[in-house]
């Protein structure tokens, strides 16, 4: 059954005394006792964090940017909404994964859900290397077709006859062609955040109506590909009904994740299938199930089989293919047979079922036929959603998240989470943190708090209390015991930083009112403020405090007229600290960027704005976006 299981930084440990500041590409330390409130930072790293990096993804990245459009062949690789530098990966078996630098992870994306009895499986690939020697494609029928086709249509309720494709996308292209082409209709309904591939009718946004005619929601996308598309929340039977009240009889078919997927990890509500079921029989519209993910691995019948819905249409994808290129669309025979060349609604393609993705779909479909396969997916899933959720529970954030056998996802939300409104409330930035402090500890999950993640038959108990010691050290209290170090105001694996500002927070809960009534505040560099303040408190003020050069509200806050002082002693340090402020802010001009900087000695900073900055107002028009990329690339 669905698991429903109800926030997060990194940890080093911290304490109030001299600042001592360790780095981890160099044995050096520095320490300074000073009279502000003062952090002593210890970071102990183990010799394989130490040794974690991704110097040559970076290179080939850098490459792969110049050859590629963003990188890469599929938008999510490239890390948008993680940040931080995209992996290249070098080899795949069983439940990990390594990349070109030779870090070694836990692999929870599966190749987005394929690899459920894990990643180059020594049968799969014996089984490959024998058909190989016959050939790679035939563009003719081939005898494994058939064998790959009777497993299918045993498996599926819905499937009495089936065609094969290459992709997902392929085969929801295909199978809603069929569902217009059968019912004589030409609009159909999908939901919002259920992804059916990139195909014109099913890139549309859904608004916030209950019926709501898609718009485009890719450049190229023209109005008319999308205008018989309708969208309605996942899990409201009440905008379905709207939608077919206010559409009657034009309605050609229903497409949807029974399980989404493409949103994150969102179930159905109970009666929700059951619903759409009725409602669509009632209607004379198809159902389709989209179960490109979900088939064959919420049971060996798919979502439908779990659930206990039978649609009319159903397409599958992924594991069918056991990790090669494989999609697949089918239903009742009597609309099937309107594909030609049986009937008049065509498709083809040149390497629909080729031998080699028939042959690992067979031996993978095989393999889960095998007793208590699903019994322990849902054991090690269920064992990793809850200890994560658990952790970051006892940690203090907000979190939910669920499973049903080898799927499963988080949201750092309170929840419950039932649609991509829901969904979307979830603290993305603090997953992103989550996730690159992960990846340091070996687990790889999907860069996207928006994407399920996947288990498999070759994930050991080991592997999940290790995911697990992983979760609980990222997810402690902000990951330090002091607000800033947890890299708020950046993305990435928390080093050091400097104050409270890294929060953008004004004013801290649990100071009450009181305690801050005598306290009058003014810009930095403004006498005239200063002078005001003393005019309407006269003989009232006991002491004005400030930081002679700003360092805690920015990295400093003076730059012009600091730099005409004369500095006196400390040549040296005024001569690097003035080398490296020059050389990088020559470097950021010469790449037409906006920015200034300064330096006194051995305290410098620099902002990523025109300037000049003179107080903290100056300082929060710099690009902090900018320099978040900046820091997580250069760190």
């Keep these: 059954m669905a698991g429903a299981v109800a926030g997060v930084g990194v940890g080093f440990g911290l304490s109030c005394s001299t600042t001592k500041l360790s780095h981890r590409h160099s044995s050096s330390s520095s320490s300074k006792t000073t009279r502000r409130c003062c952090v002593k930072m210890s970071v102990s790293l183990d010799e394989k964090k130490k040794n974690y990096t991704l110097q040559k993804s970076e290179e080939a990245f850098a490459v792969a940017k110049e050859l590629m459009p963003g990188g890469v062949n599929s938008p999510v690789r490239a890390f948008k909404s993680v940040g931080g530098q995209p992996i290249l990966m070098d080899s795949v078996k069983g439940s990990r994964m390594w990349d070109i630098d030779g870090n070694e992870y836990i692999d929870y994306v599966g190749s987005w859900g394929p690899a459920i009895i894990g990643h180059a499986d020594d049968e799969v690939l014996a089984a490959l290397a024998e058909t190989m020697k016959k050939g790679t494609s035939f563009g003719a029928p081939c005898l494994l077709e058939n064998t790959l086709a009777e497993m299918v249509i045993s498996a599926v309720p819905s499937i009495e006859m089936v065609r094969f494709v290459n992709s997902g996308t392929e085969a929801c292209m295909g199978v809603l062609r069929l569902a217009r082409a059968y019912t004589g209709k030409e609009r159909i309904i999908k939901f919002e955040g259920c992804y059916h591939g990139h195909a014109d009718p099913f890139l549309v946004k859904a608004g916030s109506g209950v019926a709501t005619l898609g718009l485009p929601d890719s450049p190229g996308v023209p109005k008319g590909a999308t205008y018989e598309t309708l969208t309605a929340p996942f899990n409201d039977i009440s905008a379905v009904e709207n939608l077919f009240e206010n559409n009657k009889g034009e309605i050609a078919a229903m497409i949807l994740e029974p399980v989404v997927g493409n949103s994150g990890f969102i179930a159905p509500k109970p009666e929700f299938l059951n619903a759409i ?62 594909v030609a060349p049986a009937g008049p609604m065509y498709q083809a393609g040149t390497l629909s079922g080729n031998p080699l993705a028939m042959t690992a779909g067979i031996h993978t479909l095989k393999r889960l036929q095998e007793p208590g396969s699903y019994t322990y997916l849902d054991k090690i899933t269920g064992e990793l959603v809850q200890g994560i959720v658990d952790a970051g529970k006892k940690a203090g954030h907000a979190i939910c998240g669920g499973y049903i056998r080898g799927m499963f996802g988080f949201f750092f939300t309170e929840g419950p989470v039932y649609n991509f409104g829901d969904a979307k409330k979830s603290d993305t930035a603090k997953f992103a943190r989550f996730y690159r402090g992960m990846l340091e500890e070996g687990v790889y999950f999907a860069p996207s708090q928006f994407e399920a993640g996947f288990t498999s038959l070759a994930h050991t108990p080991e592997d999940i209390q290790k995911t697990i010691a992983a979760a609980e050290k990222e997810l402690m209290p902000g990951g330090v015991n002091c607000p800033v170090p947890a890299f708020n105001s950046v993305i990435g694996q928390p080093i050091l930083i400097n104050s409270v500002k890294g929060f953008h927070i004004t004013d801290s809960p649990g100071v009450p009112k009181g305690a801050t009534y005598e306290t009058l505040t003014a810009p930095f560099i403004d006498i005239s403020a200063v002078e005001n303040l003393s005019e309407t408190n006269q003989g009232e003020i006991a002491a004005i405090i400030l930081e002679p050069v700003v360092g805690n509200s920015a990295s400093w806050c003076i730059w012009r007229e600091i730099m005409e002082m004369e500095l006196g002693s400390c040549k040296y340090l005024d001569k690097i600290t003035g080398e490296l402020v020059q050389g990088i802010i020559e470097a950021g001009k010469k790449a037409v960027h906006a920015m200034c900087g300064g330096y006194i000695r051995g305290m410098f900073g620099f902002f990523f704005t025109e300037g000049p900055v003179y107080n903290f107002g100056d300082a929060k028009e710099s690009d902090t976006a900018k320099f978040a990329r900046f820091y997580v690339l250069r760190s």
Excluded: C, H, W
């Design 277 to 338: 079921r009725k409602i669509t029989k009632e209607n004379g519209a198809l159902l389709i199930f989209d179960e490109v993910m979900t088939g064959f691995r919420l049971s060996y019948g798919g979502a439908q089989e779990y659930f206990g819905i039978t649609p009319d249409l159903t397409t599958l994808g992924k594991i069918i293919g056991g990790g090669l290129p494989v999609g697949a669309y089918g239903g009742r025979r009597e609309i099937m047979e309107m």
